[in-house]
């Protein structure tokens, strides 16, 4: 396991790599046939009162980037090029660093949320569809995520944690993952959402947000549920089922009692 973990962080690390790269030679391209004309063409745009077709003045100035005609231009092209890959790695960098500050907010709320341990809007599950003591995949498992989602949903909404025991102790996500066609997050992620869209319905799935957190080399899979306005029905057999979240577990209510409900708490 560690040394799957190892991979997955050398494999980030490169794509970090390879997208800081990219975005500083496509910041150079940039420089060169956008921002260099557009600077030019405006500039001689004014000079001439502006009057005249600005247009081909830009197209001009852009043929001029591109032709490469002598020293002046060359030393012109690495000039703004330079200048669209700072620009390029400013914007870059800014998005690496809110990532990173919304990936730390993130990690913080689930440290507390551990801390705390299960409530009425706090569960952990230690695995979504891998049962641990039967050693295989059972289906079961799935209908209690899915039953504790749509508790939330008909409640007051909540948080779910995957890859987590009753304790609170990390166990990770790696036999999830082995049950999966796409055995990473990404594949974790679609299932579950898959999960809400078959057994709840899709229109639905925006009130299921899924992130993913890293905690003694291990994965576990955030589940932010927000309160839907609408009852939300689990689809189990031929039956659709009404759930609410009462306390550390989810209940299901029969229909007197959740005609009740429905009128008091989602009108």
Same mark, same amino acid.
């Given at each position: 396991?560690? =040394? ?7 494999? %980030? ?71 669209? @890959? ?39 599950? @230690? ?9 295989k995949v059972n289906e079961a498992l799935e209908m209690v ?25 990390? =166990? ?10 796409k055995p990473d997050k990404d594949g974790f992620e679609q ?5 809400? @869209? ?8 925006? =009130? ?15 589940? %932010? ?9 689990? $689809?189990?057999? $031929? ?5 609410? %979240? ?20 989602? $009108?």
């Amino acid at each position: 396991m560690k =040394l799957a973990n190892g991979i997955h962080n050398q494999k %980030r690390g490169a794509l970090n790599r390879r997208g800081l790269f990219i975005a500083i030679v496509l910041g150079f391209a940039v420089g060169i046939i956008i921002i260099q004309p557009l600077g030019i063409s405006l500039f001689q745009y004014d000079q001439s009162g502006d009057t005249g077709n600005w247009w081909y003045l830009f197209k001009n100035a852009v043929g001029q980037a591109l032709g490469f005609g002598d020293v002046d231009q060359i030393l012109k092209n690495i000039l703004f090029g330079i200048m669209g @890959s700072s620009l390029a790695l400013m914007f870059y960098t800014r998005k690496t660093i809110f990532q990173l500050n919304r990936e730390k907010v993130g990690i913080t709320l689930i440290r507390e949320l551990l801390n705390k341990g299960e409530n009425h809007e706090v569960e952990f599950k @230690s695995t979504l569809r891998w049962d641990l003591r039967q050693s295989k995949v059972n289906e079961a498992l799935e209908m209690v995520v899915a039953k504790t989602i749509a508790g939330y949903m008909n409640t007051e909404g909540g948080h779910l944690i995957i890859g987590v025991d009753d304790e609170g102790r990390i =166990l990770g996500l790696e036999q999830d993952y082995g049950t999966l066609k796409k055995p990473d997050k990404d594949g974790f992620e679609q299932y579950v959402m898959q999960l809400v @869209s078959v057994k709840l319905g899709t229109h639905f799935c925006p =009130l299921a947000k899924v992130a993913f957190y890293e905690f003694k080399e291990k994965d576990i899979c955030y589940v %932010r549920v927000h309160k839907s306005q609408k009852p939300v029905y689990l $689809n189990l057999g $031929n039956r659709s089922h009404f759930f609410i %979240r009462t306390g550390n577990g989810t209940r299901e209510l029969d229909i007197p009692a959740a005609l009740d409900y429905m009128e008091i708490h989602l $009108n």
